[in-house]
């Protein structure tokens, strides 16, 4: 589907000498930092999408904003960036919605994703070269089933009215190496995030739903595993594949995603290809409001459109969110907003005194920051001196600061 317009990424003519020639971030699966992405040619990031509803929370702008911070640091880097993102636009939890609000499902996807482009745009987000709708991948999941099929790791299970397709998960070699999670606490999780270890007829409660056959009212697509609808983890895993072939360099999404969705994927992925499904498994914290989880379920939410009907400018939300490191969890509060705001209007008026304060050694150590690990907390510390410094030199110049203002522009996606 349409994604949104791309904002326009400086290049930095600067190269700096010394500083770690590669983004390392952690990786859940091993726990440790590890070089995310290729040395040289092209980097491969596969970042979940919204259920389209509910958006643009700011648990949402967080994780998406953590995934633009790896696409400008490879981009600086010199490497070229094939990124792809879903849409789940059909699935449960949307059916749900709709229905609860009396409105066509179709139709409520269509408004919140329109209002999540706006919403990105306006971040500053580098649009996904491919954005995909679950709606449109029917027939590559579809094909990934037979595929899965014929590994003998998909089955139909035993229930005479619906004998929906299952993957056989726990069967997959390297099943638990993402979350390293123990089985009671597996099904526990699974049964809270969409799975149903209970339902009869599976062959371990573990195992996902990949084709759901067709219920009365329900949305359905032919195909030859009969008339039904994608289950959620094999939708990312055909879109992976499909957009951007095996072993992508980096999975992401929240950390909500660790499991089922993510370890599921992944076994999907390695039982259909027998090569990894990711090079790392990255995870964004998780924001919360009012003491949980900001949550489409608990209703906590505050939104992206919200702040900027209410004058808020995008990049002092941008910058309020990055000023927490990617992988903590957090919570909103509104003076966050003002922090960021100050901070914003600092800086801005630090690139005016352009030349007062070196611009290259500051870059360096930015970069070097937010190579590693992404490590936004000290780079915007950098800045916030360097606009210090900037601001009591008492210049005031008629042209910016070009190469700072770049810098904040390429890597932190910060226009001042
Ligand atoms: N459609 C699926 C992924 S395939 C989904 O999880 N959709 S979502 O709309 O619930 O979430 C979209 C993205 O935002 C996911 O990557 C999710 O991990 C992330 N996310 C959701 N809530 C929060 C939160 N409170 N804080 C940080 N990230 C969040
Ligand atoms: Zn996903």
């Not at 002092?316 to 209007?345: C, F, K, M």
Request: net charge negative; hydrophobic share 40%.
């Amino acid at each position: 589907m349409r994604s949104w317009d791309a904002p326009e990424v400086p290049a930095l003519g600067y190269r700096s000498s010394g500083v770690d020639d590669s983004l390392r971030l952690h990786d859940t699966a091993t726990g440790t930092l590890r070089p995310a992405g290729p040395r040289e040619g092209t980097g491969r990031m596969y970042v979940c999408g919204i259920t389209p509803y509910d958006a643009t929370h700011l648990g949402h702008a967080f994780t998406y904003l953590a995934f633009d911070l790896v696409n400008r640091q490879w981009r600086d880097l010199g490497l070229q960036v094939r990124f792809a993102q879903n849409v789940t636009d059909v699935d449960d939890p949307l059916l749900e919605r709709a229905q609860q609000t009396g409105r066509d499902w179709r139709e409520l996807a269509a408004e919140q994703i329109e209002l999540f482009r706006e919403d990105m745009r306006a971040l500053r987000i580098i649009p996904p070269e491919h954005y995909i709708g679950a709606v449109e991948s029917v027939d590559g999941v579809a094909d990934l089933v037979e595929t899965l099929r014929a590994e003998g790791a998909v089955y139909q299970i035993d229930d005479r009215d619906h004998p929906d397709w299952y993957f056989s998960s726990t069967r997959t070699p390297g099943f638990g190496d993402v979350s390293h999670l123990d089985a009671s606490t597996m099904r526990r999780v699974f049964a809270e995030n969409g799975g149903d270890p209970d339902r009869r007829g599976k062959r371990d409660p573990l195992d996902c739903l990949v084709w759901r056959l067709e219920r009365p009212g329900e949305p359905s697509w032919e195909s030859r595993l009969g008339r039904g609808r994608p289950g959620w983890h094999i939708e990312c895993t055909a879109i992976a594949l499909t957009h951007l072939g095996p072993t992508i360099d980096v999975q992401g999404g929240g950390s909500d995603l660790v499991f089922p969705h993510h370890e599921m994927c992944a076994a999907e992925g390695y039982a259909a290809t027998h090569r990894p499904f990711a090079g790392s498994f990255v995870h964004a914290g998780m924001v919360g409001l009012d003491g949980q989880k900001m949550s489409k379920s608990l209703g906590n939410l505050e939104f992206v459109s919200r702040l900027r009907a209410e004058g808020a400018d995008p990049m002092a939300v941008r910058l309020a969110l990055i000023a927490h490191h990617y992988r903590e969890n957090w919570e909103w509060t509104p003076g966050q907003l003002d922090a960021a705001t100050s901070r914003l209007a600092a800086w801005r008026a630090g690139a005016e005194a352009s030349g007062a304060v070196a611009a290259e050694p500051v870059i360096d150590r930015v970069r070097a920051a937010l190579r590693n690990d992404l490590d936004t907390v000290s780079a915007i510390a950098e800045l916030d001196a360097w606009a210090a410094a900037s601001r009591s030199s008492g210049r005031h110049d008629p042209v910016p600061a070009s190469l700072i203002t770049s810098a904040v522009d390429a890597l932190l996606g910060i226009r001042l």
